[in-house]
């Protein structure tokens, strides 16, 4: 058996009977599909809650055409019936009718409420203008969308109105609308169901540096608080023998986290209502495949790099302080592809994590990458790891390493 | 059998071993006598490879340290000073750990890790996890893993070190064993009573030079002291 196996194979047992470091490559996978789900049947309840819509209303009775118009356009109408008297038909409701309909907003009652005053429809009879009031509290953000489909479906109606009383008076409604404006809203729920579907690429690549970390820490700056460091170098091997078989272990561990995140992703988005969305995802297992040569190399690269940190470190403490900055390089990509409006360059394939990041988000979107790009990301992603490697073994063999 | 001539170590401008020069035979137990920080952890890191001496020699039966490290730790067994082991693998583990990174052979790996534990008394912890062990305990893991590969010479740093009576005991009978089958042993101690009840060569060891090298009675002698603890503060005083 090669050196280096040896010590895979010690460190592997090692971390096995770990508790922490089984929990973190255990724990993280479950936590990406979590936030996914819970994200995406949020937006599934949004979009769903738009269609349901009641609308409470004061004063009904006195415009039965526009309340008409709104249960016609799907809009539900609940009579909001107020004690203090105020239905004594007044022309305009007291302040204290008014301070009633904000506290029922206040206590959450109503998210919002359309006030009718008694004159509407004497009004509306002799062509002259009316207030009603929408109430409505714009902090709560899933009201939001509610509150503008009713204003814009009031809104239909008075142009409506508008258009039958100049009729009346032998005028073409459309001198009045010189232009129309028609919104198409492309920041639909697909889009932003798109978005999240982005976010798998990261969680794969975080996976990549967080489960391999408790083990390629233990097998360097462990090793020397505990030291055990020094009885372990008086036998006749070669360090870079060591340096690998610890990188080999940690690598291990941070590839089974990188399968069970994809895992349990899948199986996740089996689970989202993407139909209802309308949106299809579907992955076959050659895209699976895909996905996996694309990450994997990043086990290898991650843990490369917390070894050749690690070795810096005298203990557990310090090589937590230099690899939690470490950590946050996951995130690099996905911020740079976020801001990043320009088409894919030859440099961003070289750097490490981006380049895989933008296959990934190619993949997730149903688009087969470049070959060429993929080729390029791959290769520079093992010449990284081995400069690491390379770096750690030069690192080892120093005098001051060993007993400090 | 061990040879050293005229080693020198610098440590950012610190002199720690200043011209060391010694040997150590076989089927003897040579004992390395000196204050803490007198030069005996480096002197014997030299020697079993870690660290490069700015000058001098070191040879383990012939073979140069500085210009073949790893065919000298093929011979060698070491105990150094740090006693680290890992917590959560059993004493068989560690042994077996070291004698697969030894490339012995599997079953002379089963035969000689099983004769190990018996001959240290270790039967008792030899599947429990090295969690929680005791200083003599860890010792014994320690003292195994060294001489899984049954090496001519032994090196040891203050191998008895923190150790009560009974363990200290069972080590002494260990290296006497060791030194009838004709082993070279090394050791360092700044323990007197130690050196005097184990050693029968004592080089003694200050501010990084050897003092003087010879049988207990030869150093008794020349001092005209009658315990090594007179004769060796008679020897480091008239040394400054």
Redesign the interface.
Known sequence: MSIWLVITRKELLDAIRDRRALLALLLFPIIGPFVIYFMFNSIVDIAEEANDLTLPVVGVMHAPDLVDFLSQSGIKIESVELETGANDEPDVYSQSVLDHVREKIEDRTYDFVLVIPADFSLKMAESRSVNVELFHESSRATAQSKVSRVQQTISFWIQETASLRLMARGINPMVVSPVNVERIDVASPQARAQRILGMIPFFIIVAAFVCGMGIAVDATAGERERKSLEPLLVNPIQRTSIVVGKWMAAATFSGLGLLLVMAINLLALNQVPLEQLGLSFSISSVEVIGILIITLPLAFFATALQIFVGIFAKSFKDAQAYLSVISMLPMAPLFYNIFNTEDRELWMSLVPMLGQHMLLADVVAGKSPPLFDFAVAAVSVVVFSLLFIYGATLVFKRERIIFS | MINVQNLHKQFKGIQAVNGVSFTARDGAITGLLGHNGAGKSTSL?IL?????ADSGSAEIDGINVMEQ???A??IIG????????????TAR?HIE??A????LDKTLITSRVNQLIKQLAMEEIADR?AEGYSQGEKMKV?LA??LVHDPQNIIMDEPTNGLDVMTTRSVRTILQDLKQQNKCILLSSHIMQEISALCDEVIVISDGQVLMQGGLDELLESTGESDLEEAFMAITRSGK
């Open positions: 890191r079993y490879g870690l660290l490069k490290p790893q065919r730790q093929e070491v105990m150094t000073d740090a006693h680290g082991l890992y917590p959560r693998l583990e750990y070291f697969h990174l030894r490339r996890r320690c893993r060294s």
